[in-house]
């Protein structure tokens, strides 16, 4: 049988359906996240447009502006309810919004694309969607920190082995270990932030890559987007296109590996040999075969997980590294890539947050497992307080190994209290960092929404 040769017309030519479908890829499915900053992202230059003086003829005028912003408006709102749609012959989220702006404006809506080009466009959304997702994300960060924080609270001085290798090493606490792993997440809002700071750029106005013969106020639609500056050079602009995603990505997969690590101990420390935590059953699933089990599952996900967003972030970079400067049809992708690294991190932030919020700690079980061992340290340094000196008191412990004695775990611990160790936990300084970096993603997330209030009314 003949293959039929089906073309398709779309706004900017005709190619056969298989080319469309092919380059199209998942943008109808991915761009709806997109939507409302596309529109915002229009309404500046449009605005911008309406401002530039001493063209003989307006682009736009003042009043097509406040036209089209008003639709734009009405198009947010649509998609808000899941009613506007992008068509597979829009190709995109841009080509769908000129569409429904057309239909609605006429002539005025195909003035819109005036001295942009999509790569423009693209490159716009992208960044504000980046930056408002970072702020989202690192509330949900401190969330799951603050959730850390809490079971660490409540467990208090509770004693728990520490251990290096994963063989019993010195007297710990199960607060120790709880914030230690809150710091260790808290801290990731550093790689966070330098994303949010890259993505914080505005490229608008590079058309293209190569600026355009009209007088185009950048530096207003950088002020209009909210953006801490213009990237200057329009080439440069361009070709930061995907630059951001990967540091975003790598954001997302260093968090992960964080979380990962995190979830690796729950599974080892909830192991019934263990036994020092207990995982919340409903958080747990059963085997079809094995009545008795309860398993992990949520805990080896994140493990599963973590390689797949390090692998997007790796295909980020594989993607970059031989581009040519100027947009290439490749840059789509990265796309994709940053808007799945994104939804697993979201996922994976919030269930173990409700995991750890379930989880409870079987205080005997934790002290049961000090060895005599995990004291040979404490009994060298009280040799060094009665004057040997720090290497011979060390020999003479390990000479005599089997002299150690089952000790307090308890008093161990209590004798444990400089900065950051056993009693020395200053939980305070955690949960102020939680609440300040919570109300400085909130208010920058205020700040963001107030310049999309302002541009779609
Ligand atoms: N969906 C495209 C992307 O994400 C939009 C830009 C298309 N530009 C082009 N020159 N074909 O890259």
Request: net charge neutral.
């Amino acid at each position: 049988m003949k293959a039929k040769n089906s073309k398709k017309t779309i706004t900017d030519s005709t190619v056969d359906q298989d080319v469309l479908t092919y380059t199209v890829g998942e943008d109808t499915i991915l761009d709806k996240a997109l939507i409302k900053w596309d529109c915002m992202g229009t309404a500046a230059h449009v605005t911008m447009l309406s401002e530039i003086k001493g063209l003989k003829r307006p682009i736009v005028t003042k009043k097509e502006s406040a036209l089209v912003r008003k639709e734009l408006a009405r198009v947010v709102s649509l998609a808000e309810k899941g009613a506007f749609t992008i068509r597979e012959d829009d190709q995109d989220v841009h080509m769908a919004v000129e569409r429904a702006l057309t239909e609605r404006l006429g002539d005025l809506g195909k003035k819109i694309h005036t001295g942009r080009s999509r790569n423009d466009q693209v490159a716009v959304d992208v960044r504000l969607h980046i930056k408002s997702e970072i702020l989202s994300l690192e509330k949900e960060l401190c969330a799951l920190s603050a959730a850390l924080c809490s079971f660490g609270a409540k467990a208090g001085a509770v004693p728990l082995v520490g251990r290096t290798h994963l063989q019993p090493a010195m007297p710990s606490t199960v607060e120790m270990w709880a914030t230690g792993h809150a710091e260790m997440v808290l801290d990731q809002l550093e790689n966070f932030e330098a994303a949010y700071r890259l993505a914080d750029l505005n490229p608008l106005g590079s058309a293209a890559g190569y600026g355009v013969p009209l007088p185009l106020d950048r530096s207003r639609t950088t002020e209009l987007l909210g953006f801490s500056r213009t990237i200057h050079n329009c080439f440069g602009a361009s070709m930061a296109r995907g630059e951001c995603e990967a540091s975003f990505l790598s954001a997302l997969a260093q968090l992960m590996c964080v979380l990962s690590r995190l979830a690796e101990d729950m599974i080892i420390f909830s192991m019934p040999e263990f036994a020092y935590f207990r995982l919340p059953r409903e958080y747990c699933t059963g085997s079809s075969i094995m009545p008795q089990k309860y398993n992990p599952d949520v805990l080896e996900l994140v493990r599963g997980k973590t390689a797949q967003v390090v692998g997007w972030q790796t295909a980020a970079l594989t993607l970059l590294h031989a581009m040519p400067g100027g947009y290439n049809r490749d840059l789509q992708d990265a796309k994709l890539l940053y808007m799945k690294g994104l939804e697993t991190v979201r996922t994976t932030l919030r269930i173990l947050a409700k995991l750890v919020a379930g989880m409870t700690v079987d205080a005997d079980a934790c002290r049961a497992a000090f060895s005599p061992g995990v004291f040979a340290t404490d009994v060298a340094l009280r040799k060094v307080a009665a004057g040997v000196p720090w290497r011979d008191a060390y020999h003479d412990v390990r000479d005599h190994l089997e002299m150690l004695e089952s000790e307090d775990a308890d008093a161990a611990v209590k004798a444990k209290s400089h900065e950051g160790t056993c009693l020395g936990i200053d939980l305070g300084i955690y949960l102020k960092r939680i609440s300040d970096a919570t109300a400085s993603a909130e208010k920058r997330l205020d700040a963001l929404e107030g310049c999309c209030r302002k541009l779609l009314r």
